[in-house]
């Protein structure tokens, strides 16, 4: 089966840096997303990683190992505003690429 | 300029009733989704349309009918609401539908179905 793992929860300090991470078994590989939701609200697009290596987009970054299954996302300087669910999300390789998605950790950020 | 918009944001309605939630996206994608969000936070998707064609239709009841006049539209009506209809569904598109970084998914705002 196909299947992406996350951990449930996380909490970490403000102007800390936290690493949240991503584990997934697909049927092939079309690249990998994260996305931030905060709470009552939609999912944001934060990155986007097909090839293996660090994407870095300000204070967040993104990484990939394809031949570990592996992701993980890197925040620095955390703020408040980082309270959040980050959700993983990976491409297959069926015909319609439909997006396979990780049921999301629960940021907390502690003053 | 909202880029992808959904009505209503929140519906509450009895069992049994038929409703429809609208969803309209101004970014000029190719792609049109709908998810179901339940209280576990698992984003499931449930239907797909590529320039108006439907591509992926998960298993859900058929109740549940999607509609796409125009490629800047897909709607969703629900027959015959059931109590676990009750979630939050999103709308999202995509510039396209390739295995590529144009896969990048905008999300609306979601509605909060509450079925009594």
């Known amino acids: 089966g196909q299947n992406i793992d996350q951990p449930t929860e996380m909490t970490a300090t403000e102007g800390a840096i936290v690493q949240i991470n991503c584990t997934y078994q697909?049927?092939?590989?079309?690249?990998l997303f994260w996305y931030q939701q905060h709470a009552g609200e939609a999912p944001t697009f934060l990155s986007y990683?097909?090839l293996d290596g660090l994407e870095e987009k300000g204070r967040f970054s993104s990484f990939l190992s394809r031949s570990k299954g592996y992701s993980y996302l890197l925040l620095k300087e955390l703020q408040m505003k980082d309270s959040a669910s980050y959700l993983c999300?990976?491409?297959?390789?069926?015909?319609?690429?439909?997006?396979?998605w990780g049921a999301g950790t629960k940021l907390i950020i502690k003053p | 300029d909202t880029a992808v918009s959904q009505t209503p944001k929140y519906l509450v309605t009895q069992m049994g009733n038929d409703k429809s939630i609208k969803c309209e996206q101004n970014?000029?994608?190719?792609?049109m989704y709908w998810y179901k969000q339940d209280s576990k936070k698992f984003l499931k998707i449930m239907f797909s349309?590529?320039?108006?064609?439907?591509?992926i239709n998960e298993t859900v009841p058929n109740r549940f009918s999607p509609k796409s006049p125009d490629k800047a539209h897909l709607n969703l009506h629900i027959n015959s609401l059931e109590l676990g209809d009750s979630a939050v569904y999103f709308c999202?598109?995509?510039?396209?539908?390739?295995?590529?970084?144009?896969?990048?998914?905008?999300f609306g705002p979601g509605t909060r179905l509450t079925v009594l």
């Open positions: 999202a598109s995509s510039q396209e539908i390739s295995g590529g970084a144009g896969d990048t998914q905008y």
């Open positions: 970014l000029g994608h190719d792609t």
């Open positions: 349309y590529n320039n108006k064609e439907l591509i």
């Open positions: 697909t049927s092939g590989f079309n690249g």
């Open positions: 990683n097909v």
């Open positions: 999300a990976v491409r297959g390789a069926d015909s319609n690429y439909q997006l396979i």
